[in-house]
């Protein structure tokens, strides 16, 4: 790689795994375990993924200053709380969701 080529980042995916495709009544597969449990298994793996991609990205920000972290588009308290939300809740798409809202023209405050 040279000087001059641009740096390739991973990209974030927003959707969510597709849902389990309905059952065909001509197919039938005795030890094939329901859908509704691989569905309800990937969710979590995609889930687990996500909050370990926010993990990589954005706590090692923690460690800049206030003011770099203004510079780049965030804030220490945003952050912070988007790391105290449950696992049940996307925290890449909940902080972009606050960064779009903190750059509409009547910011409402703090996500919380």
């Known amino acids: 790689m040279s ?3 641009p740096l390739h980042r991973a990209e974030t995916t ?3 795994p597709p849902p389990p495709p309905p059952p ?3 197919f039938y597969m005795p030890a094939m375990p329901p859908l ?3 569905h309800a298994l990937e969710r979590r793996w995609w889930a687990y993924r996500r909050r370990r991609q926010f993990r990589r990205r954005f ?3 923690l460690a ?3 003011h770099i972290l203004e510079d780049m588009g965030h ?3 945003d952050i912070l709380w988007a790391s105290r939300l449950p696992l ?3 925290a890449l798409a909940a902080l972009e969701e606050c960064r779009s809202r903190a750059a509409s023209p009547e910011p409402i405050g703090a996500c919380r």
Do not use: A, M, S
Request: glycine share 4%; hydrophobic share 30%.
């Open 3 to 5: 000087l001059y080529e």
């Open 14 to 16: 927003k959707d969510t």
């Open 24 to 26: 065909r009544l001509d």
């Open 36 to 38: 509704g449990l691989i």
């Open 59 to 61: 706590l090692p920000l």
């Open 64 to 66: 800049y200053d206030d």
């Open 75 to 77: 804030r220490r308290d």
């Open 88 to 90: 049940e809740v996307d």
